[in-house]
């Protein structure tokens, strides 16, 4: 009588006893092209999460902004006027996002033109390079000095 149990060693890493059909990992995709696009939510995570942060930001800035407004009103004996806290508001909204921009677009702006002078901290030197080439026509068989 044959003995039918498979001790620990017949098995292999995904479980299956050797030589079985579904011990190859890639059998357990499901059929389709190997890259599918990813779905929506997955595929835009980092956009609704920056967009996510940035609402609630701004709607903490909002609410801040409307309490100080509101006591300052009422600590000098007027009374709160939407029409002058949102014009404050967008105001100040518009100036915190300019000086953001500013930055930002500096700082590519500023990093794209220290690359294209080519500062030393932003390129490697030609005959770094011309030696890296070099070694790759040199390891492929090929003459650099007559390519």
């Known amino acids: 009588m044959a003995d039918t149990t ?3 060693t017949d098995i292999g890493s995904s479980g299956a ?11 357990l995709r ?3 092209p190997p890259f599918r696009k990813p779905r929506w939510p997955k595929a835009y995570a980092f956009a609704l999460v920056t967009g996510a ?3 609630v930001s701004w709607a903490g800035q ?6 100080v407004q509101r ?9 709160f006027a939407w ?8 105001a100040s909204t518009m100036e915190n996002w300019q000086s953001e921009f500013l930055q930002l677009v500096w700082q590519t702006a500023g990093l794209a033109l220290f690359y294209y002078w080519g500062s030393s901290q932003s390129r490697e030197s030609d005959q770094r390079i011309e030696a890296k080439l070099d070694a790759l ?3 492929r068989g090929l003459d650099p000095e007559n390519p």
Do not use: V
């Open 6 to 8: 498979t001790s620990s």
């Open 17 to 27: 006893a050797p030589g079985a059909a579904d011990s190859d990992p890639r059998s």
């Open 30 to 32: 499901a059929p389709g």
């Open 53 to 55: 942060l940035f609402l």
């Open 62 to 67: 909002f609410l801040f902004q409307l309490m």
């Open 71 to 79: 006591n300052e009103a009422s600590q000098h004996g007027q009374s």
């Open 83 to 90: 029409a002058d806290f949102l014009a404050q508001f967008l």
């Open 137 to 139: 026509l040199r390891e």
